[in-house]
């Protein structure tokens, strides 16, 4: 069934518990103190499945079967708020540009004044607002027609939500969209912070904390999986004896960078 490793059936089962959560409070009545624990544990898991889940389907795909990649992809689209293969555009070209300010829309720099990195709040919030969904979307459209049934089972997902109760939807389901989007952002501008994007080799923050990567399916390996974006999850961390030594790594997890994000960084030259 699995493509590449069985491990992946892990991430599967993060996204479909994922999907059973947002779905839970409207077929069983929850206390208002269970919805706001169930909102930060949506926000944690939106978190978890840009950085883990879609970003490592993104790079190899779980499934030998072509349908059941769709159907998983599509699937993954009501857990992410976003249709699928935009994310999958979204995440390629950052690839691409490398938080470069003129080409990566998702660069730390890329509304920063005086070539400075932007303030890491404005930059989680605001990010969510910038995304150019309709471009995006018009670039996955070229490739599949994928993407139309993803958003067709996204509009029908949340308008199916909404109907049978619309405050719940807002206060539960788009509060965990948002949070979620906001906290993968936060990840990202931490995973790109104080490193050069003119250095292949120095372009990524990078964590060996060994319960960060067990829980976060060595997420911390990012300089490694910038290097070698195809390398499988489980097999990325022999990509570290490949990079130089004196690359920005950080203790503990990539939010430990937020520290200092006080102090902006100046654009390499």
Not at 52 to 71: T, Y
Not at 148 to 174: D, P, Q, R, S, T
Not at 209 to 219: D, E, H, T
């Amino acid at each position: 069934m699995f493509k590449h490793k069985k491990w992946d059936g892990i991430l599967v089962g993060i996204m479909m518990c994922q999907l059973g959560l947002m779905i839970l409070p409207f077929v069983i009545n929850l206390s208002a103190l269970t919805l706001v624990l169930l909102v930060l544990i949506n926000t944690f898991l939106i978190g978890t499945n840009y950085q883990c889940v879609a970003h490592n389907f993104i790079h190899n795909p779980f499934f030998k079967s072509p349908k059941l990649n769709q159907l998983f992809s599509l699937l993954n689209s009501l857990c992410l708020g976003v249709p699928a293969s935009v994310y999958r555009i979204h995440h390629l070209e950052h690839h691409r540009h490398n938080n470069r300010p003129d080409k990566d829309e998702t660069s730390t720099f890329r509304h920063g004044k005086n070539g400075l990195e932007e303030n890491i709040f404005l930059y989680s919030t605001l990010g969510v607002l910038r995304t150019d969904l309709l471009t995006l979307y018009k670039t996955a459209r070229k490739q599949s027609s994928l993407v139309v049934v993803e958003l067709i089972g996204l509009v029908f997902f949340i308008a199916l939500l909404a109907n049978i109760n619309w405050k719940l939807f807002v206060g539960y389901v788009l509060t965990s969209y948002l949070a979620g989007q906001i906290f993968a952002l936060w990840e990202n501008y931490c995973e790109h912070h104080h490193a050069n994007y003119n250095d292949r080799k120095r372009d990524s923050v990078s964590c060996y904390n060994k319960v960060y990567n067990f829980l976060w399916f060595n997420n911390g390996y990012h300089q490694e999986h910038h290097f070698s974006p195809t390398i499988h999850w489980t097999e990325i961390e022999t990509v570290k004896e490949k990079l130089p030594s004196d690359r920005m790594v950080v203790r503990f997890c990539h939010l430990t960078n937020s520290f200092s994000t006080f102090m902006p960084k100046q654009e390499p030259k």
